[in-house]
């Protein structure tokens, strides 16, 4: 079993991850409590190890190309919220469901966008510059839009002491400690050999995390099952817009092939990762937008795959 084999068949571990947690969740309710602690626990060390693997230091290296730099930030930071925003004004009245839609499709991914993109046969190198600046990017800008989409009646609700908690602990504080062991790491070969052992971590730690909110959740996800096709439509829509979008951006910047196959991962593919905390700690109204994200991820996960194939082969083909 190799870390590429894990990642090619991970969708499939999330969902026995989640039947799993769902019969676990019906039969042994008293668990909750437990599983609700544990689950703080393993987001952080879920979110350290995964930006172990963004290196921060490369962050020089992504401005050296400036026109596809320019590219990929005012396509998932300009054109991406005006189309998300166009989504969610047709989704059912609902915030939480609107405000999972959205938390989810205004960030990026930064990690297994590296993965699919050298599996799509992108410039990878061009994928882990783009990274660090990528994250940087949606921490900043993510509060923004929420403001702008649902107002500030809505954003004052959601910024409670449990959310700047989660922001601060879960999302700040692992972005911290994986800087200070990539500079550790720097020093020898050996040191650097842990960076690459962890970077096996994140799948089996978010199939944990999925499982520990299907067991601790599971009534509400029962409860709303309904109501989740429209989100899901979202999804899959989102990402064949995607596509499209990639070919527009692309001609009209005059990337390269491998560029332009970077771009159309990164459009595609988003951070569920860094928003998952933020959805934990919403007020207990917002319950339903944790399961919002993780059908994302789930989708996404499937879109990737058919892109892997798609972008290579009858998107962006070699000359």
Known sequence: MTKQHLEKYQVFI??????TGLVIGVFFTGLKPV????????LGFLLYTTFTQI????????????????????GNFVLIPL???GMISLLPDNDAI?????????????DWFITFTQLGRGETERAI??????????IFSLPIYLFLFFGNELTVTLATNDMLLAFAGIIILPLIIASLTEKWAKSTPKRQQFIDRIGWMPVPLLTVVIFMISASQSQVLFDATAILWYPAICFVSFLIIMVLLAKVLSKL????????????????SRNSFVVL????????????TVFVIVLQSLIELFGMASYVWLIPNMVFTQR
């Open 253 to 268: 910047a005059n990337l390269q092939v491998g560029q332009a196959r970077v771009l159309a991962f990164s459009l595609g």
């Open 83 to 85: 189309i998300v925003f």
């Open 14 to 19: 999330y969902i026995a991850a989640i039947l």
């Open 55 to 74: 290196s921060l230091s490369k962050l020089k290296h992504a401005f050296q190309d400036v026109r596809f730099i320019a590219t990929a930030l005012t």
């Open 98 to 110: 609107r405000l999972g839609v959205a938390l989810v499709l205004l960030v990026p991914c930064t």
């Open 129 to 138: 510059a783009f990274s660090p600046l990528s994250l940087l990017f949606q």
């Open 35 to 42: 599983f609700e602690t544990l689950l703080w626990l393993t």
């Open 277 to 288: 905390p933020l959805a934990l700690a919403l007020p207990e109204m917002f319950e339903i």
